[in-house]
């Protein structure tokens, strides 16, 4: 069995290709490293078939998906800021990338394209946890291509018997999460801030509330999506409904390190979501799937990866 993983060399890519390897898949990986590496495969990268390569040059899928039974599609422009400032450009990446990458599914009659979207589609819509059945209301670029692109998904099925499934993954964190840029993930900045020893920046009064999913748990929803029979047609919550505020998330960390920081405030960022929550009855009962790494678990783990990452 061989897999297509498309942004295989990024954060949730390269997690999902070392799994994939490990349990024994031979893996194809389509990615253009604009924000993806080839470190992050460094220890698969003698057991895979990596394609640099763009989502928009329809020969290039063309000749990734030989041989594929199953694509996971992860390639994306990842930045919500980044599809403010290059609508069009994000939504040829997003949207246009997409309907290539199912339309090669397509002719080369690949049953099964599993899709990485985002609860960004919800948008900032007060009712709590969020439900996939939900009126949407994206706030964003990125939101409206990640929609548009599940609605493809859909008509993947509907018209054409592609076995597409829509996967909406809350706050991803874990190992090789790149803080560098003021958008990154909140997690990877907080660590990089401990493990530096300095206060973070708490953008608002800090009781803003996220659902943060470990990213092996992801890769295990992406398996499942893959395998099962129910999940055929589907969007489903990727989350592990429960959350933690950003007073709770540098509280446990300072925990956790032993560290004593008082945060920064700073006044909230425009556009920033209260509270995020998901729904996850359709996990449970579209893919069978339940996340294991509790929250303290994760978090120490990601901490153990940046101090390694730090003292080489
Ligand atoms: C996440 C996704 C984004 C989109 C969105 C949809 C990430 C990195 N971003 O944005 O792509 O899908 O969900 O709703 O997963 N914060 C601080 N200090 C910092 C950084 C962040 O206080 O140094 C706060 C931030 O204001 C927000 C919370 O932490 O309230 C989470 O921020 P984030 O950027 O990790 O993720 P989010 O939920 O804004």
């Not at 099962?228 to 409904?241: C, D, F, P």
Request: net charge negative; aromatic share 10%; glycine share 8%.
């Amino acid at each position: 069995m061989r897999a297509l993983v498309t942004g295989g060399a990024g954060f949730i890519g390269s997690h999902l290709v070392d799994a994939l390897v490990a349990e024994g898949w031979r893996v194809t990986v389509l990615d253009n490293l604009s924000t993806g590496t080839e470190s992050n495969l460094k220890s698969v990268m003698d057991d895979i078939t990596f394609c640099k390569g763009d989502i928009r040059d329809r020969q290039i899928i063309e000749k990734a998906v030989e041989d594929c039974s199953v694509i996971f599609h992860l390639a994306a422009v990842v930045s919500v800021p980044q599809t403010i400032d290059h609508p069009v450009e994000s939504a040829l990446i997003n949207d246009l990338g997409t309907l290539y990458v199912l339309e090669e599914a397509r002719k080369k009659n690949i049953k099964r394209v599993v899709f990485s979207s985002s609860c960004a589609v919800y948008g900032d819509d007060p009712q709590l946890p969020k439900k996939e059945t939900m009126n949407l209301k994206p706030g964003s670029p990125y939101a409206l291509q990640k929609m548009t692109a599940e609605h493809y998904m859909r008509l993947g099925y509907e018209l054409y018997g592609l076995e597409a499934v829509s996967l909406r993954y809350f706050n991803v964190y874990g190992p090789r999460q790149d803080p560098s840029s003021p958008y990154s993930g909140v997690i990877s900045i907080f660590m990089k801030m401990a493990i530096e020893q300095k206060s973070p920046i708490i953008y608002g009064n800090g009781d803003q509330s996220r659902d943060f999913i470990y990213v092996t748990d992801v890769v295990k929803a992406n398996l499942l999506a893959a395998a099962s029979a129910q999940a055929r047609g589907q969007i489903v919550n990727i989350g592990t409904g429960s959350s933690v505020s950003i007073n709770q998330l540098w509280d446990m960390i300072c925990a956790l390190t032993g560290l004593t920081i008082e945060p920064k405030y700073q006044p909230s960022r425009p556009g920033d979501i209260y509270a995020s929550l998901a729904n996850v009855e359709y996990a449970k009962l579209f893919l069978g799937f339940e996340h294991d790494y509790p929250f303290e678990k994760g978090l120490e783990s990601t901490y153990e990866w940046y101090k390694q990452r730090k003292s080489t």
